[in-house]
């Protein structure tokens, strides 16, 4: 695993680091996720879990104060209280607490929205933090949104690339963060490799940013954020911190 942090835009406080799967050398994620298929996808999936806890443990991140932010396959998980069960138990056994795990999926292969809606909605009784990652990009998007309310939708870099030169995107991204804020989900905008995305991104009142512009990826490792602390533009409506519970 490499850990990549989301940082708050406005203080440079990290709010959770993204565990992101990795060789064990140190290879790229495709490598990996080109060996998956639908006969090895459930017991890849519950691996990558382990050893995101496990691993996330062994650097301190609970210690931080961070949330640690886990990807899953909807398509991997049968029944959500059955295929928790091995993630709860690498919590119980490694000490790291439950209501700092946030569980994101990436709508990007179909999805049978019943089916995910139930993940979702189990997560969250159980007291964990859900997240739809690269929105904007995959197949469920508005429709998923209108039907659940995750706590935080992570926006799709594609929308953030040179979004400080493309005013259709800052038109697009600034109407997402304002149905987002109406319905109290948290944005993150991921993919951001510029000090003018970022800025851009501030002056619309990004709450949580994500992206090399931050901090890289850092194999088997916390990457500290190269963010200082903003100077609220008076541009910037105000916006609510991140919500802390789900």
Not at 145 to 156: C, S, T
Not at 161 to 190: F, W
Not at 230 to 242: G, Q
């Amino acid at each position: 695993m490499a850990f990549q942090p989301i940082v708050d835009a406005s203080t440079g406080q990290v709010f959770a680091h993204e565990a992101l799967v990795r060789g064990a050398g140190g290879e790229g994620a495709g490598s990996v996720l080109s060996t998956v298929s639908e006969h090895n996808r459930y017991v890849f999936d519950q691996q990558c879990r382990v050893k995101a806890i496990e691993l996330a443990t062994s650097l301190g991140l609970a210690q931080s104060g961070a949330y640690l932010s886990i990807n899953f396959m909807p398509n991997a998980v049968y029944e959500p209280r059955a295929c928790i069960r091995l993630t709860l138990a690498t919590a119980m056994r490694t000490g790291f607490p439950l209501d700092r795990l946030i569980f994101e999926f990436t709508e990007n292969e179909p999805l049978d929205t019943q089916h995910v809606l139930d993940i979702l909605r189990t997560y969250r009784a159980m007291g964990f933090k859900t997240a739809i990652d690269d929105f904007g990009a995959g197949f469920a998007g508005l429709n998923l949104l209108a039907k659940y309310q995750p706590d935080i939708v992570k926006l799709d870099m594609d929308l953030i690339r040179d979004i400080d030169r493309d005013r259709p995107k800052r038109a697009i991204v600034s109407h997402l963060l304002a149905m987002l804020t109406e319905l109290d989900v948290t944005a993150v905008c991921e993919g951001v490799e510029t000090e003018e995305e970022l800025t851009v991104l501030r002056d619309l009142g990004v709450e949580l940013v994500q992206g090399y512009a931050i901090a890289r990826p850092l194999f088997e490792g916390l990457a500290v954020p190269s963010l200082a602390a903003d100077t609220p533009s008076p541009r910037r409506n105000a916006r609510s911190a991140p919500r802390k519970s789900a």
